[in-house]
């Protein structure tokens, strides 16, 4: 019997910077999912994000070779963002989670976050947080 993939992960900005450490519950989750072979993705505005640091060449590299699909901003996402930010009450200083979390969801993807209370309210208009 063929089992079909699990979905993807995607990562957001906190999670990222947060794996990197290998101390952290993030970096654990993602050694799992590593050792599961999960497909690991970013949106270009998490990867925007993640890259204004501070990090060090080392973390660059390290996160280029761990999440190797970036997706960027197009005008579907735009709409998917704009549809969850209206869902979601139209809240100050969260249209970026929303890109963030329609990316994962057109995607068809499971978003990874370490502020899971960011995404909440978005969950019954189809964003799925990883577990």
Not at 3 to 26: C, G, K, N, V, Y
Not at 53 to 68: H, I, K
Not at 77 to 82: I, K, M, T
């Amino acid at each position: 019997m063929i089992r079909p993939a699990a979905p993807t992960i995607h990562l957001d900005t906190s999670f990222l910077i947060r794996a990197l450490d290998p101390s952290s519950d993030e970096s654990v989750r993602l050694l799992g999912w590593l050792r599961d072979r999960r497909a690991l993705a970013v949106s270009t505005l998490a990867w925007g994000e993640f890259l204004c640091g501070p990090l060090g060449d080392e973390d660059r590299a390290l996160a280029l070779r761990l999440v190797q699909r970036r997706i960027a901003l197009g005008t579907a996402e735009a709409a998917e963002a704009a549809r969850l930010f209206n869902h979601g009450g139209r809240r100050r200083r969260s249209f970026a989670d929303c890109v963030i979390a329609a990316t994962a969801v057109l995607d068809g993807a499971e978003l990874a976050t370490s502020d899971p209370r960011d995404f909440d309210r978005l969950r019954d208009a189809g964003v799925k947080l990883a577990g």
